[in-house]
Nanobody, 127 residues
C-alpha cells in the first residue's frame, strides 16, 4: 500500500512562496507518477500539476503555469511543489496524489481515478 504524507502548508502573503513536500512510502518514487491537486471550500477538487515516474514529463494547469514547479528527490522518496508568486486565489487545501506510471493521465481533472492521496495541507494566501 502506498502512503503519502504532506507537509509545508501555512499562511503567506500575496507574492510570497511556499514549498510543499509529499513523502511516499510503500513504493519507490521512480515507480510512481505523482502530482498535486487543490480544493477550496465549497469548490471541486482541481488539478494543479503532474509528473511522470521518470520525473521528465511534466504538465501544469494554466492557472499555476510559470509560478509552481514540481520536483523530486528520489533519495528521500519525496516530491515537492514549489509555489511562487502566490495569489489569494491559490488559497486551498493542497493534496499530493500518486498513481502507477501507466496511469499518469489520471492525475488530471478532479482526480477521480487517482489511486493514492495525501492527507492534505492548508495553504492560505492573504492579500
Amino acid at each position: 500500500q502506498v502512503q503519502l504524507v504532506e507537509s509545508g502548508g501555512g499562511l503567506v502573503q500575496a507574492g510570497g512562496s511556499l514549498r510543499l513536500a509529499c513523502a511516499a512510502s510503500g513504493r519507490t518514487l521512480s515507480n510512481l507518477a505523482m502530482g498535486w491537486f487543490r480544493q477550496a471550500p465549497g469548490k471541486e477538487r482541481e488539478f494543479i500539476a503532474r509528473q511522470s515516474a521518470s520525473g521528465i514529463v511534466t504538465y501544469y494547469a494554466e492557472s499555476v503555469k510559470g509560478r509552481f514547479t514540481i520536483s523530486r528527490d528520489n533519495a528521500k522518496n519525496t516530491m515537492y511543489l514549489q509555489m511562487n508568486s502566490l495569489k489569494p486565489e491559490d488559497t486551498a487545501v493542497y493534496y499530493c496524489a500518486a498513481a502507477s506510471p501507466s496511469q499518469l493521465i489520471y492525475i488530471s481533472g478532479s482526480g477521480s481515478y487517482v489511486a493514492y492521496w495525501g492527507q492534505g495541507t492548508q495553504v492560505t494566501v492573504s492579500s
